[in-house]
């Protein structure tokens, strides 16, 4: 028996247990900037590149050719995310599926709806070479991931006297990890990480009854009916989530960063900053890449007024 399939994704609402316990790998990506894999997927680029945002076109990109992966799943969390699954579901080779996210998060048809999509992936995952999961493998599954999870979990400490701060908006490329040592470099520390990429998107941890009742209802539960973010109807959980996390971690100031096309997080731009107790300094950028001499300086002259 060769390796299991290794299986594409980047959306936190794409259960890795769900990918695994159907005997595949889940590989959740880490996008580089989009113009990152030279000579690769000029077409989708050149025919999406008006109005599509860097993160969803780093993502194509990395499907197509970029990561190593037998397959892909997209979401439709964004118009953008849907978009492009349609067109690489076109000029790519490899098996696509489009998981649907209901936007609404507060209604037993949504609960329903997404769990009747959980099994719609778990068909489209036995059609390229998975095996139907038993409760008892679903369950070691979950068990296995969220130990991971809890190992890797840390806090973050900055230098005496560094300011904490909160970033928040979508997911980031690779690019823009160099943000987390501007801030530092300026004074400050990302004392929580907000972004999709980061801990806000960690499902919460499974309850150990409904885990062995109902594994699958515990997994829709712990992603689905948890995991705050801004495309979500209404958006309050990731409201009451921001508060909760800030006032444990004393946070002094926030930075919002959005990719120039992405119409979800620059909708939030107004109501983070009239919901904020602490100053929110804005940061968009279109081609993903940490421009540092603008975000450095912007960053600095942020901390500055913070420290005073
Ligand atoms: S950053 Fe915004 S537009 Fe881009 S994929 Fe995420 S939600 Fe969609």
């Keep these: 028996m060769g390796e299991p399939k290794a299986v594409l994704y980047s959306c936190p609402f794409v259960p890795p247990e769900w990918i695994a316990a159907h005997g595949l790998r889940p590989t959740r990506v880490l996008p ?15 025919l999406s590149r008006m109005g599509i945002c860097s993160y969803a076109r ?51 048809a949504a609960f329903r709806f997404y769990r009747e999509e959980l099994h719609r992936l778990g068909r489209f995952l036995i059609e390229i070479g998975g095996t139907e999961p038993t409760p008892d493998t679903l369950i070691a599954a979950m068990e296995s991931y969220e130990a991971m999870r809890t190992a890797r979990s840390s806090s973050r400490f900055g230098r005496a006297g560094a300011i904490p701060i909160a970033l928040v908006g979508g997911p980031l490329v690779s690019g823009l990890l160099d943000l987390f040592d501007l801030v530092e470099r300026a004074g400050g520390y990302v004392a929580l990480d907000a972004t999709e990429t980061g801990e806000r998107t960690l499902p919460k941890p499974f309850d150990r009854r409904r885990l062995k009742e109902d594994p699958v209802a515990e997994l829709v539960d712990a992603y689905f009916g948890t995991i705050p973010d801004a495309f979500r109807r209404p958006n309050t959980l990731l409201y009451q989530w921001l508060k909760r996390e800030s006032a444990t971690r004393g946070i002094r100031g926030i930075i919002l960063l959005h990719y120039v096309w992405c119409d979800t997080w620059r909708a939030e731009v107004g109501r983070l900053k009239e919901w904020a107790p602490v100053p929110v300094l804005v940061i968009d950028t279109d081609e993903g890449e940490c421009d540092h001499g603008r975000i450095f300086s912007r960053v600095q002259a942020f901390l500055e007024v913070l420290a005073q």
Excluded: N, W, Y
């Design 58 to 108: 780093a993502f194509a990109r990395e499907v197509c050719k970029g990561s190593d992966g037998d397959a892909a799943i997209f979401t439709t969390t964004c118009d953008q995310m849907r978009r492009m699954s349609e067109l690489v579901g076109r000029f790519c080779d490899k098996p696509i599926f489009a998981m649907h996210v209901p936007t609404s998060c507060e209604t037993v």
């Design 32 to 46: 580089r900037s989009p113009e990152a894999i030279d000579g690769i997927g000029d077409t989708l680029v050149s």
